[in-house]
Structure formats: structure tokens, C-alpha cells
């Protein structure tokens, strides 16, 4: 299984992955953090990893 990991140095923060995950993503001192790489199957991971405006979200095996 895939585990989501952000680029905080290209994270602006928007909030969008947290809301589309919130069991996998937060927002923490304004940047994305990820809480629950285990919780991808609760969600649409690869919708969250796309709507990233800045591509700050990959997917690692």
C-alpha cells in the first residue's frame, strides 16, 4: 500500500488534502502533516494527491 507524504517545503498550507482525507491529513503550523498513513483506505487518496494545488503530495510504496 501506498503511504502519502507531504513536501513541507512546497506545502502552502490550503487545507484542501485534510479536507478530502481527514483521517490521513491535518494541518499543523500552517502546512499539511501527515497523521494516518494507514487510513488511505478510508478515503480517496489519489483525489487528495491530485487536487493539490502545488504538488506538494506524493505517493510512496
Not at 4 to 29: H, K, M, R, S
Request: with cysteine.
Amino acid at each position: 500500500m501506498a503511504t502519502p507524504v507531504v513536501n513541507t517545503e512546497e506545502c502552502i498550507g490550503c487545507g484542501l488534502c485534510a479536507e478530502l482525507c481527514p483521517e490521513v491529513f491535518e494541518i499543523q503550523d500552517e502546512k499539511s502533516v501527515v497523521i494516518g498513513p494507514d487510513k488511505c483506505d478510508t478515503c480517496d487518496i489519489e483525489e487528495a494527491v491530485d487536487s493539490c494545488p502545488v504538488e506538494a503530495i506524493t505517493l510512496e510504496d
